[in-house]
Every structure is written in C-alpha cells, then in structure tokens.
DNA sequence: TTGTAGGCGTTATCAG
DNA sequence: CTGATAACGCCTACAA
C-alpha cells in the first residue's frame, strides 16, 4: 500500500452491510442494482444498514467484476469558449438520467495528440466515447477499432465516421452564409477565422458560395486558434485599408464577430452599411452587444441529446451495429449586421 | 455479461503481453510502473510485445488491486462563464504532469444537492477531489470525512476548510474595490450581481467599505445565478433612475459589467464619467470591448497550480494531516471605465 | 427470492 | 532483477 493512502479506518464494504442486515452480498448488490429482484422487506433492512453505515459502493470493484465502467469518456478541445459547452452539458445530463458518469476531459487545440489522450481515457474502460470533431488520425482510429467501444463523434461530419455521428455540416454553414450574404446584394466579402479544420471547412463552403455567384473576396489572415478579441480587432485593422466598398465579412466565431464589429466601428466603417458581418456559435455576446450581431446558430442542446440517445441505444443493445449518422439543424439569426 | 457488451475478440491483457514476451505478468506491471526495477533488455522485451498486441492497461483492475486509481475528481458549477477555466485548466495539467488523471463533473448552480455529487464521484475511488466553494453542507462534510480522501477547496477561503484550501477571500475583494472607488473621490456607489455565495460576500465587503467612508449605496435587486449580459442590461435600466449624480457600480462579473456599460451609454450615461464601472473576472472581453473596462483579476492559473501542488504532496505523503491554506493573489486592473 | 462459487485484470508482498 | 501467490471488492452464473 502507497504511502499516504493508509486508510486507518477500513472502508465499509458490501460484505460489512451484508453482515449488518444478515443477507449475503449478494443480495446488497441485488437491492442497488436490481432493486425489484428482491423482498421489500429485505431492501429496507439493507437500505437501512446502508445508511447506518455510510457505505459508498465501489464502483472500480463493480465494473472491473461485470465488465461495464458505467462512464462515458468525452474529449473536448476546450469548454473556455463557450462552443461546446451546450452539447457536452446536455450530453452529460443526458447520461445522467441513463444512469452513466461523463468523465471530460480538455485536449487543448492541437497540444499533445488525440490517440495518447483516447489511450488514457480507454485505459478507464469507459462504455463508450464522446469525440469531437470527426477527423481520426490512423493510430486513433487502431485504437478505438481494437477496444471495440461505443463512439459518438459530433459537432462535424463525415462520409465514413468511427461509429455513430452527430454533427453538422460546415462547409454548408459557410454555403449558407454566402448565399444569405448573395441574397442580401453583396458582392465583396471576407472571412476572419481560426486555422481550424471546422473553421476551415466553413471558409471553403463560404468561398464555394461566394465564387458560384462571382463574389469578390478580400484575401484575409489566419488567426490562432482559439481567437481572441484582441486578435480579431488587430487582423480586421490590418485588413481594412484592402476593403474596398461595402463588404460582408463571415467571422469563424462570435468572439472573432464582435472583435471585427468593435474595430470596425472604431475604425469610422458603418455597420451594417459599409461592413456587414456575421458570426457563428450565436454566444450570449452576440445578443448582449450593440449592435447585438447576426450570427450563426446551431442546436447543441440537441446535438448532445442525439448523441446521447444514440449512445444509450447502442449500450442497450437496441441498435445493430451500422454506422449511425445524425444531423443536427444550424439557422442563421438576424440581427442588427446585416 | 450485459448484451451489448459482448466483446467477440477478447481484450488483450496483460497477461497475453506477459506470454508473449515469456516473462511473468508481475515484469509487465513493473515496465509499466516502476521501469528502473527491471532490467533493460526485458523492458525491451516487454514494450516491444505491448506494442505488437496493442495493449492498453486496464486502470480498473490496476485501481482494485493498488487502491489508487490515479485519477483526481474535480467538481465546478461550470465552465461556460469563464470564471473556472483557468483554475480547472492548470490544475488538470499540473496533476497531468503528475500522473493523474482529473475527472471533471458540472455540479450547475444550485441543481442538485453536491452530496449527491460527491457522493457519485467517491464511488469510482479518486485519490483526491478538487471543489470549488468552502461551504459544504453537514451532508458532504459527514460523507468526505468518512471517505478520508485528500480535499482542496479553490475559489474563495473559510476559517476551517475542509482539508486544504487554495482560494482568496470576497470580501476583500470587494473592499478593495470600495477603497479603489473611495480613492477616487467617490460618494455614491452601486452593486450589480447575482445571488451566489461569493458574489455576495463581495457584496458585503464593498458595503463595509462604503460603509466605513461614509458612502451611499444605491439599493439595486440581484440577478439570477449565471448572470446574462441581456439581464445585466435589463437590471441596470431599471435602477438607472434611481442613479442620482456620479456613481461607482462594481459589477459581479465581467459579464454583468459590459451589459451594465453598454446599457448605460446607450441611456446617455457618460462612462467613466457618469458612472464608473469595475468588473470582475479580467475576462477577455473586459480588454476587447470598447471602452475596455476596470476589473478585479484573480490569478486563477495560480490557484490551479498551488492546488495541484497541494494535492500532489499530500498523495505523495509529503505533509502531514494538518490544513493547509493558501491564499492567491488579486488585483485590481484599472482600464477605461474609471 | 436468496445464496454460493468463482473470477474480472491488476498489483502488493514475499521468496528466490 | 524476476517470479509465484494472494488479494482488491464486486458481480455473473448457477444452484437452492
């Protein structure tokens, strides 16, 4: 035994309560898992031994014995920018109420790779994964093939996903904001995003809608992923002297949104007038500002509860074993930018 | 064995690895734990047979059998405010770095009682538990105290923590804040917030340091516990005719802050002129807004790490059972809105 | 409805 | 430095 983890006093266990309600272990485990198998007279006497004496199951001895952890293990590049935070809390809550614990765990943008953190987390024995993103390297790929555990990917999409996906398109987020833009009289744009995959497909789909209407587009920086405010106002100012006339800026998200919407208006442009601008992610920001801005909004509450819906299924044995592929409504929100 | 659960291949274990490098699984386990007591060409041996078969330890089995199971369980209120990212950040890394692992869990504000919580998470065996707050109820303290699991609270301070206890205190925040308006030339003062445990003990310390210069505190209601910038905004227009002559609001957070400054310059307050506004938190949008605003930052990086540090020492065996309690610095940021 | 036997995959401990 | 043995605390499977 460590040093330091000298318990003076032992841990209750299932044989202690067994031996105060004179049952066999047995049966306590019967009365927390399967509480209908067993004599209600029974179940009172183990819930009160129970209670007496504060017995905490161990749920590393329960899941190491029936094969089953009980837990999610969901890996998410950051909850910092509000982003993810309305899929994984649904998500989790979700779980919740199936009977499952959401171990999360923050992979940073880029820092350290994806398999040696899904290595870590499958090494827990989670029942199942929560991914984000649906682009696998091949060693995470291996490695989820060879645990043969449940995997939910969301917030993206992809032809061939690991297993289940709950996603969206983004490359048709950006197609959608550019004909939105199209449809509103524009002819020159720009887009401010992160050099991140998602960020990136939701440039190419906005550039595909641009260019199939013969849109101009001013060339634009990369921002570090995850942009700042600050950023966002020092890359529009080196920007702006290139726009010429009125031009609809798309912005990877709603901080980069208000960042360009702060300097801009510094800068003497008009909004929405001389610059239109959208977000993406319809953060509280974009409501609260002023002017509040137009904004891109997905349905992440739904997205987590999908995804959780799936997963339970898959647990239960309710679904075979094809691929699952959900997506999840996005809608652009009008406000005062555009 | 559940359905759904079947695994048609069998997992690899350790003692396949074992087999496959004709060593005992005992030599495994200590490759993998303690690699200067074996010796260099059985490790070799050892590794190159774990890479052939792909084998992930199973933590479960290692957890019951070692009664340690590396893994550290962190409970916030949430994420999605900013307020307790950095802290869970640099705490995650940190025990990263010292080989544990942290299971993050949402309590939310209010929902649910943390016993029940606690209580969930002490059933998977963390070797420690990171909480936020030092108010326990009798109910969490009674189950942590049998548990006798290492504690750090973070996030605000207590005459008798818990166990260990790395935070600052409110009310001193919010007579710093007090004395800082006072200094100023201040007389009329005003606090905007949410009913949350800390933000009125910051309340209270920026009443008692009105108080004691004699100041006048315009009486404001409280917000609701994950305060909205739209609610800040709402909040502030309905107090704004009780805002006789030059006025210093501290606001509970960033948030509240910017909706307060924009509400105000919208109703023709001057700011910081008319009304002096001091945030709390140094979000990113009290730099990126304009006018970037006054805040209290709090060196939540700081707090992370020390708890960590904490944490890893008392697991280590490094100190003895006596409470420690550190308190982390914070500063006032003084910007363009006072 | 309740109980018994055995094992889940790993590591502590002691022996060589 | 390496190995054999016996737990760790619970649950599956089967029996009563």
Redesign the pocket.
Known sequence: ??IGTKRQF??V???DVAAAA?????????V??TP????P???ARVRDAIDALG?V??LI??G?????SRMIAAIVPTIASSMFHEPVQSFTDAMGRAGYHVMLALSGYGRGDEATLIRAMLARQPDGLLLTGARRSPDARRLLATARVPVVEIWDTAEQPTDMLVGFDHEEVGAKVAAFFVARGHTRFAFLGAHDVRAMARRSGFERGIAAHGGTLVPTAMLSAPSTILESRQAFRAMAPKLAGRTALFATSDLVAFGVITEARLLGFSVPDQLAVCGFGDFELSRGATPAFTTVHVDGTAMGLLAAKHLVARLAGRTGGGAHRALVPFHIIERETT
């Open positions: 035994m460590g032992p841990t266990k299932i044989t004179r049952v066999a272990p047995m049966t306590v485990s019967r927390l898992n209908d198998r067993v004599s007279d029974t179940a017995y199951p161990n001895a329960g190491l014995s029936s094969r089953r």
